[in-house]
């Protein structure tokens, strides 16, 4: 940043760009180093150019861009689904949110557009990303000038039923709401607005801390960004839950396992075709300890569960899916499980306890290497 003045320099303050006495190093000068004139604002008696990367405050205050901000607000509902709404000023759909005004924080107009939008009062203090959005966006009239954006992403959690219920819609602006599937999003809204969505809904699930974006595109990908998680549609297990081992007469398909890691984690499996998610088959690493966990019951199919202990990842890459390690929590947020989820969760979480592996605190997902690991 230049020093900003509007007092001049003598010619005792600098001789031959040497600081004379009574002055600072690094074009900083003290109140003896200045004439008379720097104190009554008059110009100086010479037109020698001033030391190191002087601006008035004018000059600086114009050198500056100048840019909108916004502040918009993600919220999921049970299902992992993304609120979305209707406007009566455009075809696509929108996540609820608006402009800062004059002189009004970032947060505070998150806070206030939800309550002018939806009818719903509350506090959105955690930040999920921040996004620019250049000036030649597509989109803006050219008659609105528009200058570019700084938009912040605020993580308005998930909403329950009954959160959900108490929605009110204003008489005018909004005319619904709906929760999309993050994969439907880009059928759905602007592109720029769909690419910020899930890059903060990544960002969320990542648990890394918020995003920085360009045009709705992170800085720095994580995993979940470079695999594209969430770019294809989840598949709905929505079947019930039961514990044990599934019955014998029952057909079986897709038996998969909660392997766990020494940290609490689990494997997971990203498909790098499409980005799906999904717990890995038993054969997929070496493990001990498997028991049965339970099941999933889904149009007269169980879908069986095993937990065991990681011991060793076999080397060599897989065409087909990237091995990431994950918090339970994460799995689900990254599955489309229905309300049998919360149910499995905590099967899960009752099964590493009796592994006596801790309960693991949410961070980035880790990529495993092509070399295989052990434990």
């Known amino acids: 940043m230049p020093q900003l003045t509007d007092e001049a320099v003598t010619d005792e303050a600098v001789i031959d760009g040497v600081p004379a006495d009574g002055a600072l190093a690094d074009g900083a000068v003290t ?19 001033r030391p190191g990367t002087w601006m008035t405050p004018q000059a600086y205050g114009a050198s500056r861009a100048a840019l909108w901000t916004g502040a918009v607000v993600l919220v999921t509902d049970d299902d992992g689904r993304i609120l979305v709404q209707s406007v009566d000023y455009r075809s696509d759909r929108l996540l609820p949110g608006g402009a800062v005004d004059a002189g009004e924080a970032p947060c505070a107009a998150a806070a206030r557009e939800m309550s002018e939008e939806l009818g719903i009062e509350g506090r959105y203090p955690r930040g999920l990303a921040v996004d620019w959005i250049p000036a030649d966006t597509p989109g803006f009239p050219p008659e609105m000038r528009f200058p570019g954006e700084i938009l912040h992403v605020y993580d308005g959690g998930t909403w329950s039923p009954e959160r959900i219920d108490a929605i009110r819609l204003p008489a005018q602006e909004i005319t619904g709401i709906d ?16 690419r910020r969505a899930l890059s903060a809904l990544r960002a969320r699930i990542n648990g890394g801390g918020a995003a920085l974006l360009e045009d709705g595109r992170p800085t720095a990908p994580t995993a979940l960004d470079r695999l594209g998680v969430l770019r294809t549609r989840r598949s ?5 839950w039961h514990a044990g081992p599934a019955p014998e007469h029952l057909p079986v398909r897709d038996h998969t396992g909660w392997l766990f890691a020494p940290d609490g984690r689990v494997l997971l499996l990203i498909a790098r075709a499409t980005g799906a998610a999904r717990l890995p088959p038993l054969t997929a690493a070496v493990s001990s300890g498997a028991a049965p966990l339970g099941y999933r019951y889904d149009a007269r199919r169980a879908h069986p569960r095993t937990t065991a202990r990681l011991t060793a990842l076999p ?12 918090t339970p929590e994460q799995v689900r947020e990254l599955s489309d499980w229905g309300p049998a989820g919360h149910e499995e969760l905590a099967s899960v979480h009752t099964a590493r306890a009796r592994l006596g592996l801790p309960a693991p605190a949410r961070t980035p997902l880790t990529e495993l290497p092509d070399q295989g690991i052990r434990w």
Do not use: K, N, W
């Open 179 to 194: 929760f999309a599937e993050p994969a439907d999003l880009p059928a759905l809204m602007d592109p720029g607005d769909a």
């Open 31 to 49: 109140d003896d180093a200045v004439t008379d004139d720097a104190v009554t604002g008059q110009a100086p008696t010479d037109d020698r150019e």
């Open 236 to 240: 709905p297990h929505h079947g019930t």
């Open 315 to 326: 080397p060599g890459p897989d065409p087909a899916h990237a091995r990431l390690l994950a």
